[in-house]
């Protein structure tokens, strides 16, 4: 019986994993070692009766009650904070999802490859942050990571049996977002509830609002890189509406392998948990009749700055990854908060690259644990006074 684990597992990514996990036999079928989630105790309590788990673990030690509660007469042990997230990734399991939304997802995971396990990756802040200290580890224990973000996912699947040296281009999709036909003028003015309406994909707040600003389509071109080992040059974005094809590898021969799927999470999700092999999935199928017309276009740089930015945090180097990605957090955290408008997150990000990249020995330093964390502090404290500053001249 395989063993498993899901970090995250009140968030999309995570409710959609325990879904293929019930609808694969579950407690009958895995035997469910930890699952880990935030406020929504209900459902981390419902999910860990559901498939049996044996611990329970909310993020927060202000939840440990609620959860406790939720939890009496189960049997299954409790624990909150973030010394038990990394704890609970120290309990031996095969397969651990990490879902865990932003910065916070990288130590757990980091303690999972400690005991060789296979981690299904849906933590992009991971591979940006610290990508070669995430994938080094893997490597020096034998371990696996199996991405799932869809795009990557997408990938990895068309490089099945390829060789990446024979890769000329890769070319992820993105669906440009809430405010993809919006008039440029008019994005100034975009409010938080407009921001977080995707037109195909079913996600969280945060996901929704950075696919809107490409913020999120920016951490994946840097995965991209990181994963793959590909240069930068070589890593393309096409904005696609239907979000059909999620992504195309082009080889030196003028061959073109595409990757195409419903939008479904549980696509990406269900290779990862079934890997190597395919299972039938609960997923639509795809109807080309029916569908008709497929539409792709380059992405425009004055509406999508952060694709710009990408490309400066892949130039830098280092722990460029960190900087950027604790500054888009933060202006996100802003954003959502009503202090910053939305064309203003790219600014505050842009603004914190140019300063700690000015800045000797902040970005161009070993990459570890304690150096991504320390970056990633400083880069939120930076986007602070940014904020601030924008408050001010608002």
Not at 44 to 65: G, N
Not at 104 to 116: D, F, M, S, W
Not at 147 to 176: C, M, N, R, Y
Not at 196 to 208: C, K
């Amino acid at each position: 019986m395989r063993r498993i684990s899901i970090f995250g597992a009140t968030g999309s990514i995570g409710v959609n994993t325990v879904d293929l996990l019930e609808r694969q036999g579950g407690a009958k079928a895995f035997d469910v070692v930890a699952l880990t989630g935030g406020r929504n105790i209900d459902r981390l309590a419902a999910q860990a009766r559901a498939l049996r788990a044996d611990l329970a673990v909310t993020c927060y030690p202000d939840c440990y009650a609620a959860l406790k509660e939720a939890l009496a007469g189960s049997g299954i042990e409790v624990a909150a904070g973030p010394e038990a997230l990394v704890a609970a990734a120290d309990r031996p399991a095969d397969w651990i999802m990490s879902a865990i939304v932003g910065v916070a997802g990288l130590q757990p995971g980091l303690r999972a490859l400690e005991h060789g396990t296979t981690l299904a990756l849906a933590n992009k802040e991971s591979l940006v942050t610290a990508g070669p200290l995430l994938l080094g580890q893997a490597a020096r224990k034998g371990a696996r990571v199996l991405p799932v973000d869809s795009e990557h996912s997408a990938v990895f699947q068309a490089l099945v049996g390829e060789d990446i040296a024979a890769v000329e281009k890769i070319t992820i999709t993105a669906s440009g977002g809430a405010f993809r036909d919006w008039p440029l003028e008019r994005l100034a003015t975009a409010t938080v509830k407009q921001a977080s309406t995707h037109p195909n994909w079913d996600m969280g707040q945060r996901i929704t609002i950075d696919s809107a600003s490409m913020f999120n389509k920016a951490l994946e071109v840097i995965e991209t890189k990181e994963y793959f080992g590909i240069d930068a040059q070589a890593i393309d974005v096409l904005v696609h509406p239907e979000s059909l094809v999620h992504a195309l590898v082009s080889f030196r021969d003028g061959a073109v392998m595409a990757h195409m799927g419903q939008p479904d999470m549980r696509h990406a999700i269900g290779y990862a948990l079934n890997w190597p092999d395919r299972q039938d999935l609960p997923v639509p199928r795809l109807d080309l009749a029916q569908i008709g017309q497929l539409r792709f276009s380059a992405p425009d740089p004055a509406r999508y700055p952060a694709l710009r930015l990408a490309c400066e945090v892949m130039r830098l180097g280092g722990l460029a990854g960190a900087a950027f990605n604790g500054a888009k957090e933060r202006a996100l955290d802003s954003f959502i908060a009503g202090e910053i408008g939305f064309l203003q997150m790219a600014e505050v990000v842009e603004a914190v690259l140019d300063r700690l990249s000015g800045e000797s020995g902040l970005i161009n330093v070993e990459i570890n644990l304690d150096n991504v964390t320390e970056v990633d502090h400083l880069a939120r404290r930076c986007a602070t006074e940014m904020i601030t500053a924008v408050r001010i001249k608002r």
